[in-house]
């Protein structure tokens, strides 16, 4: 699917109908996602620029991500995608900018890029080069990496006051214990998946701005540099912020871990209880159960009443004995 922008003013404009080489020309921003190598060899005709494959920009070394060819910038960084059932998951992204054109190369939605052209569409939105329309898409795909860190905060805190809640806690309402800690392990377990795919689409656009900075520097406008020095100390920041969301990830893990195992002790602690308890009542009447002719309270008119009292006895005395020691 490809998508075509034109700059008027300060806005930008969607270019409709068939999108073919003449059109093209004219464009300063081209968002192509799941090209066919038709359309990839249309844009590369009407740009000059590389349209790069997803194999090319799911190398994970800093010379394959970070390259300038012919005066044009080629670029790569994970993406954290959006929607169906690959939410959450990181998709390469790829940028080819060059003076008078940008390429954006994807391969799955985005909704940093969905707002941006939401905000950018409106007069005097701001876009006045591809230069610019670059530099805006990096600092709304950092803003939504921001946000999702928020949402993630938010969602742990949530687990925090659930897991640590008093009745979770002292063991009381067992199996609303247990469902609450298997639903704050699936949260805890999908954050911490979610963040450090955040932590690797920061540290690849952190890569990549300096590196735009440096070489377009010939090219790159002079009023961008302010923002490129506020979108490397965003990025620094988040990445600190993400490290600490790591920690707290490690943190509820390892108390949710902590109070299942807990619960299965306390399982196990009370079959223990439960068969030593049951172990002398069942020797007294195994033996009183034997019934040989000589014994002594076999014609015992209270026989009966006295085996009863000792299997009461025989069960109360360890029940008492736990309790003294406190292991109940």
């Given at each position: 699917m490809l998508a075509?922008?034109?700059?008027?003013?300060?806005?930008?404009?969607?270019?409709?109908?068939?999108?073919?080489?003449?059109?093209?020309?004219?464009?300063?921003?081209?968002?192509?996602?799941?090209?066919?190598?038709?359309?990839?060899?249309?844009?590369?005709?009407?740009?000059?620029?590389?349209?790069?494959?997803?194999a090319d920009l799911q190398e994970i070394e800093s010379s394959s991500r970070l390259g300038f060819a012919d005066g044009a910038l080629y670029l790569s960084t994970p993406a954290v995608t959006r929607g169906g059932p690959g939410d959450g998951q990181v998709a390469p992204i790829g940028f080819a900018l060059n003076p008078r054109c940008l390429l954006t190369i994807r391969f799955a939605p985005s909704r940093a890029i969905e707002d941006f052209v939401a905000r950018a569409e409106h007069p005097d939105a701001?876009?006045?080069?591809?230069?610019?329309?670059?530099?805006?898409?990096?600092?709304?795909?950092?803003?939504?990496?921001?946000?999702?860190?928020?949402?993630?905060?938010?969602?742990?805190?949530?687990?925090?006051?659930?897991?640590?809640?008093?009745?979770?806690?002292?063991?009381?309402?067992?199996?609303?214990?247990?469902?609450?800690?298997?639903?704050?392990?699936?949260?805890?377990?999908?954050?911490?998946?979610?963040?450090?795919?955040?932590?690797?689409?920061?540290?690849?656009?952190?890569?990549?701005?300096?590196?735009?900075?440096?070489?377009a520097a010939?090219?790159?406008?002079?009023?961008?540099?302010?923002?490129?020095?506020?979108?490397?100390?965003?990025?620094?920041?988040?990445?600190?912020?993400?490290?600490?969301?790591?920690?707290?990830?490690?943190?509820?893990?390892?108390?949710?871990?902590?109070?299942?195992?807990?619960?299965?002790n306390n399982i196990m602690k009370i079959l223990t209880v439960v068969s030593v308890v049951g172990i002398p009542p069942t020797l007294v009447a195994s033996i009183y159960g034997m019934n040989f002719k000589g014994m002594p309270e076999l014609q015992w008119a209270w026989g009966y009443p006295y085996g009863l009292t000792m299997i009461v006895a025989s069960a109360l005395v360890p029940l008492i004995w736990f309790l003294v020691r406190g292991w109940l």
């Open positions: 075509a922008f034109t700059i008027e003013g300060r806005a930008l404009r969607r270019l409709d109908g068939p999108l073919r080489i003449e059109t093209l020309q004219d464009a300063a921003w081209i968002d192509l996602v799941d090209v066919t190598a038709e359309e990839a060899a249309v844009v590369e005709d009407a740009t000059g620029l590389r349209v790069a494959s997803r701001g876009p006045q080069g591809p230069a610019h329309i670059f530099v805006g898409l990096l600092e709304a795909m950092v803003d939504r990496l921001a946000d999702r860190l928020e949402q993630i905060t938010a969602d742990l805190d949530a687990v925090s006051r659930r897991i640590f809640q008093p009745d979770l806690v002292t063991g009381r309402r067992p199996r609303q214990s247990d469902a609450t800690l298997r639903d704050g392990l699936k949260v805890v377990g999908q954050a911490g998946d979610l963040v450090s795919h955040i932590r690797d689409s920061l540290l690849g656009i952190g890569r990549l701005v300096p590196y735009a900075e440096q070489m010939a090219w790159m406008p002079a009023d961008l540099h302010p923002r490129l020095v506020t979108l490397r100390q965003d990025i620094q920041s988040l990445s600190d912020y993400d490290a600490q969301v790591l920690n707290k990830v490690q943190l509820l893990l390892d108390a949710t871990l902590g109070f299942i195992n807990i619960a299965q």
